[in-house]
């Protein structure tokens, strides 16, 4: 068993791996797109008799007084060979924990966080793999990064028994949208960008969350017109813009990744035929599983109740994950990021 470094000659290989057990946070085009925002990539692969066992794009994001954090998002990613197997996979784990410890060291890292891409419906799999951790040096996060609970709605069925199996009221909106003259278009026309920011940003001041700068979805359109890993789907009403979301294509995952919306003429429903609109797509291009991303916990009061109950509309499962997991290399300055990330977030909140 050897832990490799993964060139540019090996990345159809990679995106395969990945394409067959991941999502697009550990694809090789994600970690190029991350690179233009401060983040240095690192590819990983641990190998047996020519086979790959894992994988695990790490980022090491470049922090003050010359420190650094690594993070692998929503990985690293197990062959199906080796998930049932704690014991083998813990062998794998240390393999590249140790590996890794060494691009610690030269990035000045304060911590590494892994975030294992576990559903709950593989829980044998995710209780060994927490075990594994735990007895690696891992503690749980003080934070997630990705959601933590989400909606996924299963498009191997038919278009016809995914409609008949959304609630009423989802169906009513739709067809509402429909019969008032909403439009949904898609495309990835970095033109339309300014069209889409504009929104954004009434989006996120109205709903009360930090906007991403507009660089941010420069490079994210020009990734996936490249790739071929997602579109842009706008709904309008008489040429007036309401509602835009943009949507990403990878393996078996469909993902619902960025969204807003305008004020005015909410009564027209337009979220819903968009949404539709943008699954049905997702189907028609054999993803298997259309994310709707973060809900709420549970039906119990929460900030996020009302994107709850708008997404269980279309009858999607509630899907758990074990959330992120940090390996210490620096204690004290790790106490110090930690505070100094509770403070930003209660700024922003």
Known sequence: MEVVDVVESQKNIWNDFVRENGTLLQSWEWADFKANFSWRPFRLAVVENDQ??????????????????????????????IKGQRAKSKDVLRALIAKIEAIAQRENAIFLRIEPFLPNCQSETWAGVINNLTDLGFRRSFEDIQPKHRLWLDLRRSEDEIWRAMKHKARYNINLARRKGV??????????LDAFYSLYLETAKRDRFSARPKTYFLRLLKMMNQADYGRMFMAYWRKQLLSVILVTFFGKYATYLYGA????????MASYLIQWEALIKAKRRGCQIYDFGAIAPSSEPHPWSGL????????????????????????IWYRAFWLIERMRKKENA
């Not at 090491?60 to 197990?78: C, D, Q, T, W």
């Not at 439009?183 to 339309?192: A, F, G, L, R, V």
């Not at 709850?308 to 204690?331: S, T």
């Open 308 to 331: 709850r109950e708008f997404k269980m509309k279309f009858q999607g499962v509630q899907v758990d994950f074990p959330g992120c997991f940090d390996l210490i290399y620096k204690p």
């Open 52 to 81: 790959w066992l894992l994988a695990a794009s790490l980022l090491s994001k470049r922090l003050p007084a010359s420190k650094s954090f690594l993070y692998v998002p929503e990985g690293p990613i197990f062959s199906p060979k």
């Open 183 to 192: 439009i949904i278009t898609e495309t990835n026309d970095i033109k339309m």
């Open 261 to 268: 919306t305008s004020s005015a003429h909410r009564e027209l």
